[in-house]
């Protein structure tokens, strides 16, 4: 990764640009909640497509007609990007599982939803590369959260 200055409100505007037309065909709404800009040392790219990942699963794991909710702040040394989704959630027993290669929760349903299981394991190891923290936290027909902390840039 090639670390620089990174408004965070820029990342989460083209990551809902290039979701828009999914947002649509599920009938769902994508609500942004940002005060201010927020600089990390981050790579543009990259952070694009962490938070592309993360939002392709929240709407991808949620059913028709929800709502999912990017809150965009910042810590005393972190910038924090939290996706939050009202959808099928994760069972306390895979949750850890998840961030394995390869891996999904039902095999069986998610064959049809296209993907290949590596979308969070890159998501894990790209936040790694930026000294970021990933975390989650769900419930089973609830929804869930991921929450990405990435340095603020030192000015
Ligand atoms: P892809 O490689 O296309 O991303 P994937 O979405 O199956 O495929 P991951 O993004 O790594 O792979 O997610 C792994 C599994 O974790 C998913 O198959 C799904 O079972 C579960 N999962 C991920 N995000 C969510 C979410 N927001 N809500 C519910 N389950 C989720
Ligand atoms: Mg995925």
């Known amino acids: 990764v090639d670390l620089q200055k990174v408004n965070l409100l820029d990342v989460v505007a083209r990551s809902k640009e290039m979701t828009s037309h999914i947002v649509e065909e599920k009938n769902m709404r994508l ?22 990942n993360l939002l392709m699963n929240a709407l991808t794991y949620s059913p028709e007609d929800k709502t999912v909710t990017i809150t965009i702040s910042q810590t005393k040394k972190c910038g924090v990007i939290r996706i939050q989704d009202e959808g099928i959630g994760i069972a306390k027993e895979e949750i850890n599982r998840v961030f394995e290669r390869f891996y999904r929760v039902d095999r069986a349903r998610s064959r049809n939803s296209g993907g290949t299981g590596l979308g969070l394991a890159i998501v894990k190891h790209l936040v790694e590369a930026h000294h970021g923290l990933l975390e989650v936290d769900s419930e089973v027909g609830k929804g869930t959260v991921f929450t990405v902390s990435i340095p603020l840039v030192k000015r």
């Open 31 to 52: 609500e942004i909640i940002s005060e201010e800009p927020v600089f990390v040392l981050g790579d543009l790219n990259r952070l694009i497509q962490i938070t592309m």
